[in-house]
């Protein structure tokens, strides 16, 4: 796939790096998300026909994983990441020029998002730790990138943030 050696050390062996599509994802587009293998993991669905911007989130069998769905009624960006694992709201923050995503974890530790969001230069971090990164650089693959997720973190949920703001900058 063309990923290419992100020289963390050891650690990098057990990230999880996934592959996801450009702003292609409007409602109404179905899209893979692949693995470093090529292997079809979850299945982005965008949901047709809807009053706000919906997308569910399967696994390689069908299962709904996550349900995603945009907030009219907000005074910023807004959609909310419905989950039986735990919900999480994602929040779009204008902070001087820059674009950045607060997400508020039901249950749990909240998120930021930060970096370059159009260009898919950005990172998820915790508390100032980082949990995931996402970039455009680690494939050939026009119109594609690369989300990089630490060991021992919710793939579902990170790979929901980073639909959510696809969605929200891509608009």
């Known amino acids: 796939m063309g990923l ?33 293998s090529g292997d079809r993991v979850f299945k982005v669905d965008g949901k047709a026909l809807r009053l706000r911007d919906t997308f569910v989130l399967e696994d390689a069998a069908g299962n709904e994983v996550a349900k995603i769905q945009e907030r009219k009624l907000a005074v910023r960006d807004t959609m909310r990441i419905e989950r039986p694992a735990g919900s999480a709201t994602v929040r779009k923050a204008l902070v001087g020029l820059r674009d950045r995503f607060k997400v508020e974890v039901d249950d749990g530790e909240d998120l930021n998002a930060h970096g370059n969001l159009l260009d898919h230069e950005y ?22 990138y690369g989300v990089e997720i630490s060991p021992g973190q919710d793939d579902a949920l990170i790979l929901s943030i980073t639909v959510c703001i696809d969605a929200m900058t891509s608009d």
């Open 123 to 144: 990172t998820i971090d915790r508390d100032g730790e980082q949990v995931a990164s996402v970039s455009k650089k680690w494939f050939r693959v026009r119109e594609a």
């Open 4 to 36: 290419r050696d992100r020289g963390r050390g050891d650690s990098a062996a057990e990230a999880r790096r996934y592959l996801l599509r450009e702003h292609l994802l409007s409602v109404g587009d179905d899209y893979w998300i692949e693995d470093e």
